[in-house]
């Protein structure tokens, strides 16, 4: 077997997609060949402190050199180069999507992030993506060619098709609230739509404790306080129960690596109204989905309007969005392709890293 260890910030149960993706395919990983052991770092990055950078450096030095690491980007991308440079053991770094293409940073934190993990990929064997688009980000803006990036999509739990409310159509999103998930957008949209029957649902952990105090504010100002309901983190049966019964799923995310809830939606037969914002535009078919530019409130109230009017639309888009749902790879899909390349970066020579190792 391959041994290896997945390097991951912070609380790996925390109720976000890239987490998720992490419980995953470490829960899966010894089934497809590879012995690995969960090595957690501070839940500090990407802005580690001096002591967090140093006990990390700690941590993947007591490790056997003949380990390969696979390290989780949250924490990859931010570590400092000369902390990358004494690892001794293989890197495989896992991109959800580009740190400094979070949304709310400032202009200076953006560039240090895009620095930093420019640097850090640069010294990796290797590199997960978890969609195409990040791939091609990788290659066109953060200095990674073709042959050094391999896709592993998320998978997606088969599901039960979503019944509907049978009622007032029942909306649903679900991410962290933080500002790259366009939430405020959302509202805004939903102001337009004042007129006509919905209710609204957002599913996710309150991670940003400023976003959410001006999101709720947004929401009393708005006079729709009634029709949306802020649930915050579910389990995977209580976040069942409520996919089953919306009859819309929306994304207004400014930006997604891969957009995991969107197969979700798509695994239990749900129109969507999302945006274009990364990888977004890819993840759904058009026939399951209307997409708007992100940040566009007029255009996706506009979208989602339309598809609140027309049941009749709403049931051929729940239709692609079914047969989409059935197309979509398994967690054991994901898993086989991360395990194939950490057994490929252990055999594979050593030609640069530490200033002598080449990708």
Known sequence: MTSA??????????PTGGYAYDRRVLARLPAHGVAIEHVRLPGSFPFPSEADVAATVAALASLPQETALLIDGLAYGALPTAAVETIRQPIVAL?????????????????????????????ARHTIATSPMTKRILITDFGQSEGTVTVAEPGTDRAQRATGSGGVPHLLAVGSIV????????VEALEAL????????????????????????QISASGLAER????????DSELSVTYQSADIFVMPSLFEGYGMVLAEAMARGL???CTTGGAAAETAPDAAALKVAPGDAAAFGAALGRLIGDAGLRRQMAEAS?????????WDDTTKVIAAVLSTTMRAP??????????
């Open 5 to 14: 260890a997945f390097v991951i910030p912070g609380d790996i149960d925390l």
């Open 95 to 123: 991109c959800h999507h580009p740190l400094a293409l979070e949304a709310g940073l400032d202009d200076a934190t953006q560039a240090r992030l895009k620095a930093s993990e420019i640097a850090a990929l640069g010294l």
């Open 179 to 186: 500002p790259r998930k366009g939430y405020a957008v959302l």
């Open 194 to 217: 004042s007129h006509l029957e919905w209710r609204l649902t957002i599913v996710g952990a309150a991670r940003d404790a400023g976003t959410l105090a001006a999101l709720e504010r």
């Open 228 to 235: 949306i309901t802020l649930a915050g983190a579910q389990t």
């Open 271 to 273: 129109p969507i109204v």
């Open 322 to 330: 079914w047969a989409a749902g059935l197309m979509l790879p398994t």
């Open 350 to 359: 050593v030609t640069k890293q530490l200033g002598v190792m080449s990708k």
